[in-house]
């Protein structure tokens, strides 16, 4: 059963559900529910699922479902937390950081930067599937959380990534850990320069590394974005910086 056939409210709970299961992709977990609770999936339904229900359905995907020790490729933690969101106990994480006001020209010469993340103030999310985005205005003196940008309906859309490029239309930069190609070539169309760092980490340190950037000189790619002239530009290139670009450059 498509996500499209079941009412928007549940549709959007399983897929925040799903994504706090390791291999364990939507449609699969849409059928493990719909065998266990029947169709059609419904909020009432979903408060009903267990533990038990949850592991044996995707346990048997292992062969594993009447194993006393179920661990599975997917882990019981996982599952119980799965669980607490198909009861609708949680949607977000708890630790999530507060954005601080902020006001078109609070801080002249920044930037705007979109952070892939799954969790707390982390870069740790894939560009077609993070939770959501930590959205940061970056200038050579400060650093600071504006936005958090949910990307749950995302699974709801037609054109997934397209969503998702909306959801940071606004922003000049986007660091994720991972990104496909035609992907990046979407976030490229829309004018965003997507950086991929595979290791991750805290997003104030990630985003500290682009101030330090820009207080010094900037390479070449950032240097366009804050409307250095092309002549300027030239004087900033250096082969070794343009060569560090490329090695993070998602593109």
Known sequence: MSIANID??????IA???RTLPDVDL??????????LGPPLDLDKLARITVTDLKTGIGSLDGEEDGEDFGGRTGLEPIKLAVRVLW???????NLPTPAPYADGDMPGSI????ASNSADNLDGHFGSCL??????????DIR?????????ADYAEDKNGFRVGLIKDCQVMYVVSIGGPAAAKVNRAEIWPMKKIEGGKAIEVLAEVQNAMAGT???WLAKILGVSHEQRLKFYDGKADKDDDAEHAA
């Open 8 to 13: 928007r409210d549940t549709a959007l709970r």
């Open 27 to 36: 449609g699969t977990l849409i059928d493990v529910l719909n065998e266990r």
């Open 132 to 141: 959501r985005y930590l959205i940061y205005q970056v200038s050579a003196d």
């Open 218 to 220: 900037p390479p070449p």
């Open 88 to 94: 609708g106990e949680t949607a977000e994480d708890d």
């Open 112 to 115: 705007r930067v979109a952070v």
């Open 16 to 18: 925040l559900a799903a």
């Open 145 to 153: 959380l504006v936005d958090l940008r949910s990307a749950l309906e």
